[in-house]
């Protein structure tokens, strides 16, 4: 990591700034501050939003706790995440569409399980070593969360609670929780920012934040805010021409891991994102997003609603000159504006909303830490102290899980149950036969029902081995798949019409570990005896 990234402070600085800022004299608050607020006032402000943060912070530890120990967060999209990194492990960089071997396909860009598959050829276990990546990630995310707002003119304490404030958002605790890859591009993004910032923007500067810009690109196709974002604001702000080598920088960077990520491939992703990237997006479903994208934040992340809520009202309520020189709001409306194409794919969920999170936070604590009139700017720290504690109330709530896309798995209990055999597991959540030592048959389910659609008979080799009884087991966490509930998700979103047929013909149900059905092969018919 490039020294130049920690010259502004480090994480020790943020802390202590924080928990100094409640003790803070009201003489010395008092003097560089105009009267119209008293001193004391501004202190127990002050000491109410940390003790907001200090609340947010509790609770995601206590998360932080019972998630790790339960593998909560690890859903068949995680798992998906961290069969890339202990495929890359193996050297299998990209696993085909479809071989001898199984089932590929995903829309996942490389740098995060690039970084796991390090950790693991290191020795550390999957599941503690993808804990281990998230939790560097979340706090390089708020290293550069302080690092920006303290370019942008936010003071210290305001800056380090605000960084910590992120958490209030439970699609920014599941990049804790959840092995993914949107933290790490977001916290690229708000790094290339930071750097983009400050002013004389040198050669090297402005080569730091291209390279920060095509990091973070190469980690999550749709996180580009950052560089949408700084382009706009330079050319308002009369740098047209650093705006445009920016960019052109940036662009070539993204060209450079296009080029290393199809050879490092052998062609191979070419195919797998020309089928996969876009998810079966159309423009029907396009129409939808907004929708969606309510639904989503009502029931999945509904601290965030607040902030994004009081974001855009401030957006809306400055004129338009002055948002294209605002960078805080042009990194909220690209970042919403990401959220909505984002959400006109099919199987997106609320972890893509973390972008949506930094970004009114950013807004917001800039809008409060710079603003001249000292009671609009008490009453600004009022309200993110409030909209902190309300969004800590669904947090609280949802401790120990968040219904059943997250919620606690056995990993263990089932591969134990299904016991020793030479014969692969067939699992929904590929991290099954990852633990268990194997070589996943199929990747994502998701991406085998997309893939059906585009290829004729693309299904036909999974059914086979069901009809065979090749699988030592196969494992289900929907629970019995011959309801009506269950069977609308296996034909329609996993594994696809047929699949639940083929089970429930050549399999029986064996036991049930949790959430986890497992099911094996029917004992063969015994051969009929001679006519009498």
């Not at 893939?451 to 966490?477: H, I, T």
């Amino acid at each position: 990591m490039p020294s130049e990234l920690y010259s502004y402070g480090t994480w020790c600085e943020v802390y202590s700034a924080f928990w100094s800022s409640a003790t803070v004299s009201a003489a010395t608050s008092s003097a560089s501050r105009p009267q119209a607020v008293p001193a004391s006032v501004c202190t127990g402000v002050r000491c109410l939003l940390c003790f907001a943060v200090s609340f947010i912070v509790v609770i995601t530890a206590v998360r932080a706790g019972f998630w790790w120990r339960n593998d909560v967060g690890i859903s068949f999209a995680s798992g998906a995440i961290l069969t890339m990194a202990a495929d890359l492990r193996d050297g299998i960089f990209y696993r085909p569409l479809l071989d001898a071997s199984g089932y590929g396909g995903t829309r996942y860009f490389p740098l995060y399980f690039c970084l796991h598959a390090l950790l693991l050829k290191a020795g550390l276990p999957v599941l503690l070593s993808a804990y281990l990546l998230s939790t560097a990630i979340l706090v390089f995310l708020m290293l550069g969360t302080f690092r920006l707002l303290r370019e942008l003119g936010v003071e210290t304490w305001l800056a380090g609670c605000s960084a910590l404030m992120l958490l209030a958002s439970s699609s920014v605790q599941l990049s804790l929780f959840m092995p993914q890859a949107d933290g790490l591009a977001a916290a690229l993004n708000v790094w290339g920012l930071a750097t983009i910032v400050p002013a004389p923007r040198t050669r090297g500067r402005l080569l730091l934040t291209a390279i920060l810009f095509t990091l973070a690109w190469s980690a999550k196709l749709t996180t580009v805010f950052g560089l949408a974002a700084a382009t706009v604001w330079l050319v308002s702000t009369g740098h047209k021409r650093t705006a445009w080598k920016l960019a052109a920088a940036t662009f070539c960077g993204y060209g450079i891991v296009a080029a290393a990520t199809v050879l490092a491939s052998r062609g191979r992703v070419i195919q797998i994102f020309k089928a996969c990237a876009s998810g079966g997006m159309d423009w029907r479903f396009l129409g939808t997003a907004l929708g969606r994208m309510k639904a989503t934040i009502i029931h999945g992340d509904p601290g965030l609603a607040w902030f994004l809520m009081l974001g855009l009202l401030l957006t809306i309520l400055t004129r338009p000159s002055k948002i294209v020189r605002s960078l805080p709001a042009l990194v909220l409306l690209a970042a919403v504006a990401v959220a909505v194409i984002i959400f006109g794919s099919p199987g997106t969920a609320v972890n893509h909303f973390l972008d949506v999170q930094v970004a009114a936070v950013i807004l917001l604590a800039t809008w409060v830490g710079t603003n001249d009139s000292p009671i609009e700017k008490q009453l600004g720290v009022c309200a993110l102290a409030l909209l902190t504690l309300i969004a800590a109330i669904p947090l609280l709530h949802h401790i120990k899980s968040w219904g059943r896309t997250y919620h606690p798995h056995h990993f263990q209990q089932v591969i134990q149950a299904i016991g020793s055999s030479n014969k692969p597991i067939l699992s929904e959540n590929a991290i099954i036969p990852v633990l268990a030592g194997q070589h996943p048959y199929v990747l994502d389910p998701w991406m085998t029902t997309l893939l059906r659609k585009r290829f004729p008979a693309f299904e036909l080799p999974l059914l086979q081995q069901l009809r065979s009884q090749s699988f030592s087991a196969v494992v289900l966490p929907d629970g019995d798949p011959t309801t009506s509930g269950a069977r609308w998700w296996y034909d329609n979103a996993c594994f696809g019409p047929g699949f639940v047929s083929a089970l429930t013909e050549h399999y029986r149900l064996a036991t049930v570990v949790d959430e986890d059905w497992i099911y094996v092969p029917k004992t063969p018919a015994p051969a009929a005896s001679g006519s009498q």
